[in-house]
T-cell receptor, first 116, second 111 residues
Framework: EAQVTQNPRYLITVTGKKLTVTCSQNMNHEYMSWYRQDPGLGLRQIYYSMNVEVTDKGDVPEGYKVSRKEKRNFPLILESPSPNQTSLYFC???????????????FGDGTRLSIL | KQEVTQIPAALSVPEGENLVLNCSFTDSAIYNLQWFRQDPGKGLTSLLLIQSSQREQTSGRLNASLDKSSGRSTLYIAASQPGDSATYLCAVTGTASKLTFGTGTRLQVTL
């Protein structure tokens, strides 16, 4: 089954304790992206990756890091989490850039992070 | 900067009614527009994707239209059912495959 898998689904942690949210897709997609969803603000893009070893900032990259060492994985790293990063996070993937313009992006089920 | 607005923010209708959700965007330079459904505790499910050169797309009881020049899209749901209750999100694709989302319309279909 084609899917985007995020882990963990839920996490409560404390300020300053480094954490990583993993994202894996089994569709051989080149494009992957991270979004955060906040009430009243909708989904906003954090980082995206066009392919292995190619990443770029989205609209709200501050406080986050990503890496793309393998095609299937795109982890989101919070080096020193703060309470304003409490949010619902989604990972998404789609096929190659030109194709993806007319194909829907596939989303994971989300990761709810609470930073105390 | 692209901005996407969805009206209304919430809607409650009795089962069986036809309904229309609205989406508007400020920059008409888009590659496509997508409508998603989001259920509580779940991710986003793509419902319909309209390419920039198209005017509408249909899937079952759903019909989405796109007027790119005026920056508007509508999602029409026919004969609504309680199972249609969810949040509906509109998103446009710009450069670098970036999706810009609206804040959604929360739909409740009552018995």
């Amino acid at each position: 089954e084609a899917q985007v898998t995020q882990n963990p689904r839920y996490l409560i942690t404390v300020t300053g304790k480094k954490l990583t949210v993993t994202c894996s897709q089994n569709m051989n997609h080149e494009y992957m992206s991270w979004y955060r969803q906040d009430p009243g603000l909708g989904l906003r893009q954090i980082y995206y990756s066009m392919n292995v070893e190619v990443t770029d900032k989205g609209d709200v990259p501050e406080g986050y890091k990503v890496s793309r060492k393998e095609k299937r994985n795109f982890p989101l790293i919070l080096e020193s989490p703060s309470p304003n990063q409490t949010s619902l996070y989604f990972c998404a993937s789609s096929s190659a850039f030109r194709q993806s313009l007319n194909q829907p992006q596939h989303f994971g089920d989300g990761t709810r992070l609470s930073i105390l | 900067k692209q901005e996407v607005t969805q009206i209304p923010a919430a809607l409650s209708v009795p089962e069986g009614e036809n309904l229309v959700l609205n989406c508007s965007f400020t920059d008409s330079a888009i590659y496509n527009l997508q409508w998603f459904r989001q259920d509580p505790g779940k991710g986003l499910t793509s419902l319909l994707l309209i390419q920039s050169s198209q005017r509408e797309q249909t899937s079952g009881r759903l019909n989405a239209s796109l007027d790119k020049s005026s920056g508007r899209s509508t999602l029409y749901i026919a004969a609504s059912q309680p199972g249609d209750s969810a949040t509906y999100l509109c998103a446009v694709t710009g450069t670098a495959s970036k999706l810009t989302f609206g804040t959604g319309t929360r739909l409740q279909v009552t018995l």
